[in-house]
């Protein structure tokens, strides 16, 4: 068993928000909204965070604060005799997947921010910042050189564990992210213009919504607090057994709510302001907010800050992943960790170029209708994210015993039995059958 432990409550939430907040809300999030068609699935995705994603929370939480174990053995625990721990398994392959095309995207933040020194970024030549993209992204050195830099990044702090590592870094990152969020909102809110993206981005129009768009969205929840691969189970492993899980899990999911509600406040009117396409997908951050910048007093300086910050929220994301992965492979032998850190983080950068490649070199490879990078991420994401939390919450509310869910989510809360009893009837009937329900609504 682990002995590595978070030093306080807080170190603990603000690990598991930045686990949360990441580019799946800072950057996924507001461009599937794009495509999506703005308001309505803003809407669809907050009511599933609150009901569906926060239970969801509860059980990783309860399941791994239970156990102490990571993602195999926590099933095993449990359940000695069955095969629960593929749940684990399938996690893990998730989490690698995950990883594998969101790094990319960090390599990305990396490429913009040493070209943003420059100030490059914020004035491209004929004001063109689509192209710029294109020239960063085809170029497989500078992509590729990023790519690896921020793996190891990653590499760095998972490799010195848990408290000296992960928490340390988040409790820095966080609030630091906070701040300039706030600051960017007001700026973006202020542009002539700004209110047209408001309406798009918060405003309903429940006509567009469709079957593709609820799992869009439910997968959307899930990747936002990073469920279904056992992420918040590892974390909460980590934690002692006095803290209170419930409030823990509010904070989480409000903190992401709070950097979703911002996140989509700053892109969207610069998007209408100046007159791009908010459904032009993975790289809308990329060709928008360098021209939103650059619009601005001291724009690229803005700009250099803001991408320190993505750089931050993916970071503290990117732990999580390799942490699930590292922590079962040393079966608690803290001496394996460096090297099995290391080993773990580069194999999810070599399957990561291909993702990489596909918006230069390879962007005419046609992987079933796509490139590889949206494969993956619509595997992930739609796929295996959604699987991976349906057999979570099938598992936790049906076979660990009932008396132990509810000793472990109450000790240390306020909250009484009506609550837990919510939480059971939620994760053992509504959590499941609305992933089934949207997985057939999708055949
Ligand atoms: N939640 C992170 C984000 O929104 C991504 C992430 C980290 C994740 N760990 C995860 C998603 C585990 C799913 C599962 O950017």
């Not at 070209?115 to 992509?143: K, M």
């Not at 002539?192 to 997968?219: I, K, R, Y």
């Not at 936790?396 to 909250?415: A, C, I, T, Y």
């Amino acid at each position: 068993m682990a002995t590595d432990r978070w030093t306080s409550r807080i170190g603990f939430i603000l690990a598991a928000a930045g686990s949360a907040i990441g580019l799946g809300t800072v950057w996924r999030l507001p461009y599937v909204a794009g495509t999506e068609g703005g308001g309505a699935f803003f809407l669809i995705f907050l009511v599933l965070l609150l009901t569906v994603g926060t239970a969801l929370l509860l059980a990783e939480f309860v399941l791994g604060r239970h156990t102490q174990e990571g993602a195999i053995r926590a099933y095993k625990h449990v359940a000695p005799k069955g095969q629960w721990q593929w749940i684990g398994i399938l996690g893990m392959v998730a989490a690698f997947l995950l990883l594998s095309f969101y790094s990319v995207v960090g390599g990305w933040i990396i490429a913009y921010l040493v070209r943003s020194f420059g100030g490059q970024v914020t004035n491209p030549p004929d004001g063109d910042y689509t192209a710029l993209f294109e020239t960063i992204t085809a170029n497989p050195w500078e992509v590729g050189i990023a790519h690896l830099a921020f793996m190891i990044m990653t590499i760095l702090v998972v490799q010195q564990g848990v408290r000296k590592g992960i928490e340390k870094a988040s409790v820095y990152m966080m609030p630091a992210l906070f701040i300039l969020f706030a600051v960017l909102v007001v700026r973006s809110l202020t542009l002539d213009g700004a209110w047209e993206g408001v309406v798009f981005f918060l405003q309903p129009d429940l006509s567009a919504v469709t079957g593709e768009t609820l799992l869009t969205a439910l997968g959307q929840a899930f990747f936002s607090l990073s469920l279904g691969v056992s992420v918040m189970v590892t974390y909460s492993s980590y934690l002692g057994k006095s803290e209170n899980l419930p409030r823990s899990a509010w904070s989480v999911v409000l903190l992401t709510i709070l950097i979703a509600f911002m996140a989509g406040l700053v892109i969207f009117p610069g998007v209408f302001a100046f007159d791009l396409q908010p459904d032009e997908g993975p790289e809308l951050i990329f060709t928008i907010l360098p021209a939103v910048f650059g619009e601005m007093a001291f724009g690229s300086l803005f700009f250099t800050l803001f991408m320190i910050l993505m750089l931050f929220a993916t970071l503290t994301s990117a732990f999580s992943l390799v942490e699930i992965i590292v922590k079962p492979l040393i079966r608690g032998k803290e001496e394996k960790r460096v090297k099995m850190t290391w080993i773990v983080g580069l194999l999810i950068f070599a399957m990561g170029i291909p993702s990489n490649l596909s918006f230069g070199v390879l962007a005419d490879w046609d992987v079933f209708g796509d490139i590889f990078f949206n494969q993956v991420d619509y595997l992930v994401s739609n796929i295996l994210l959604p699987t991976g939390a349906f057999l979570i919450s099938v598992f936790v509310s049906w076979r660990v015993r009932k008396e132990d869910l509810q000793e472990e989510m109450l000790r240390g809360s306020n909250r009484g039995i009506g609550f837990f009893n919510t939480w059971l009837f939620t994760s053992r009937y509504i959590v499941p059958i609305a992933i089934l329900v949207v997985f057939i609504s999708m055949i």
